[in-house]
Each structure stands twice: as structure tokens, then as C-alpha cells.
């Protein structure tokens, strides 16, 4: 069968993602799945052969690399897949023992979460087709009203990406402030991206979701939390832990959905419960800090003075 349309989903080899794509596979079984994640699995043979067909393709993606992503949109481009209709950004890393520094010696949550993302953004935008939408998965740990995790401190992403160390920042509450503005940074993208979007024409739409509480490799730093939220009985004490099949039906929804089409829900924040609106933080709204953010990520991305042109045109 010919496919007329891709989905690219990162982390869609577990978890979320993985889940993800299996909605997605079943649902749409004319349009070409992508798969992408830095450890190989048998994701791609598990759903092709669990949905009895053949759109899902894994594809290797180094998130904690400019070079990773770039070898990524490389591979990508060879396979001369048709245009994408969704691109859903999912993959995240935590770590809350320490500084973790990525090989671009950029603090490593930061670079996964946000900044890499942003560059594959960059580097497929030229794929997407005009109606595409783009799907940033955040967290409710980002604002600070929720009292989930000490609030993030977004001042520049300079400082977000080279954050002050010591042994005072590596401490477990410090690691969940900067994953916490990892996920900032994940609104400030997606709402500084809409705003560009519909300044300079594009039909795109551009969705934040907060998904909830999951057991995932998201807590791979911790041996023994991830199991505990497997247990129901967690409900009593986190109101919203859900499973992954859950979450996916909201965000394959958000992909492809008819619901999700329109383009009043672009540039908004979801949450997984009833795929409703919700308010995202204070900081998130903050154009200034958007700017920030996205100039100073096409800077550090960019790899010549014609990429900085081309990462500001959408």
C-alpha cells in the first residue's frame, strides 16, 4: 500500500511513544509511521506485526547530539518518505543526581528535551505539509503554581544551557528544578513557534500537552519509582497517574484527530484529562523569554550564517 503521509514520533520505541504509535498504526493505516529513538528494539516488528501491517519504520535518532539529529534528518531524507503530517515531539531524558553535560557540553536535559528537538524541528520543517501540526509533549512540573517540583528559574537559555555547578546543585531537588525548566522551555517553543507561524502564514498547528504521570523509562535514574507507580494504589496519593495506552489515545488524538484540526487549538496547553485546555505557567507567556529561547537555540544550532537565514523562516 502506498503510503500518502508520514508521523514522526521521537521515543517511539517505548513508553508513550510506543504507544503512541500503535494507535496511530492501527488508526491510520495509510500513512507511514516513523519511529525514532537512540536504543534500537523490536518496537517496528512488535506493531507491524500486532496491527497485521507495515506503515511503522524505525529510524535511529541521538537526541543528546546536534551531529545525532543531523545524521537522523540524513537517514530520514534518503528514504524519500512522503510529507509529514505530524510531528510529535516526545522523547525526554531526567536526571536529578547531578549535572549531566551533553558531548555539546550543554546541560543534558536542556539539550534532549528542548534543544535538539528544536533543531529537528528546523531541519524537517521543509517536510511538513501546510496543515501539519506539531505536537510538544511538556509536564506539569514547568509551572511553579502546582507545587509539583521546586519551580524552574528561567532567566536565559545561556544560563539554562551552562547552569552554575557545585556540590549544591547536585542535589536531587536541583535536578528536578532543571528538568522542571527543560519543560518550560517546552511551552516556550511551542507558543513562540505559533506566534511565528501565523506571522508568517504557515497552517501549521502547534499543540503543548501535559500528559500526566506515567511509569516509563522517563524515571530510569530511580530503581524503584517507576514500579511503584505501576500500583494502583498510587492513585491515592497522585491524582494523575495514568497508564500509557491512556495518555496515547489524547496525543494520537492531537496528531490526527479531527478535533485537533482546528485552528483555534494551536498555540494552547492541554492536558491529558478530557483533552482539555488548561492554564500553563506565568513564565510560559513571557514573549521575551520565547525570544530568548528561540534565538539563542538557532545560534547555538545553526551551523552557518545561511542556517540561522533558513532556522528563522518557516
Known sequence: MPFTSSILITGGTSGLGYATALSLAKSQPDTQIIIASRSPSNAEESINSTVDNNNVI?????????????K????????????LRALVLNAAIQHVDKIHLSPDGLEEMFAVNHVNHTLLFFLLKKHL??????????????????????PPNYSTAEKAAHPEEGKQFDTQNEGFRRYALSKLCNVLFAYGLHRRAQEQGKGWIVIAMEPGVMATNLYRWSGWFSWVLSFRFMKW?????????????????????????????????FTVIDAKEIPSSEDSHKQE??????????????????????????
Do not use: C
Request: no cysteine.
Open 237 to 269: 496519593f497522585i491524582k494523575d497517574i495514568f497508564t500509557t495506552d491512556y495518555v496515547a489515545i489524547t496525543l494520537a488524538s492531537m496528531a490526527v484527530g479531527e478535533e485537533f484540526g482546528k485552528r483555534e487549538k494551536s498555540g494552547k496547553y
Open 58 to 70: 524505525y529510524l535511529p535518532l541521538d537526541l543528546t547530539t546536534h551531529n545525532g539529529v543531523r
Open 72 to 83: 537522523f534528518v540524513q537517514s530520514y531524507e534518503d528514504k524519500s518518505f512522503p510529507p
Open 129 to 150: 505539509t501546510d496543515d501539519a501540526r506539531i505536537v510538544v509533549v511538556s509536564s506539569s512540573t514547568h509551572d511553579p503554581a502546582l507545587k509539583r517540583v521546586p
Open 289 to 314: 523569554l520565547q525570544d530568548d529561547l528561540w534565538d539563542w537555540t538557532i545560534k547555538e544550532t545553526a551551523k552557518d550564517d545561511d542556517e540561522v537565514r533558513e532556522f528563522g523562516r518557516l
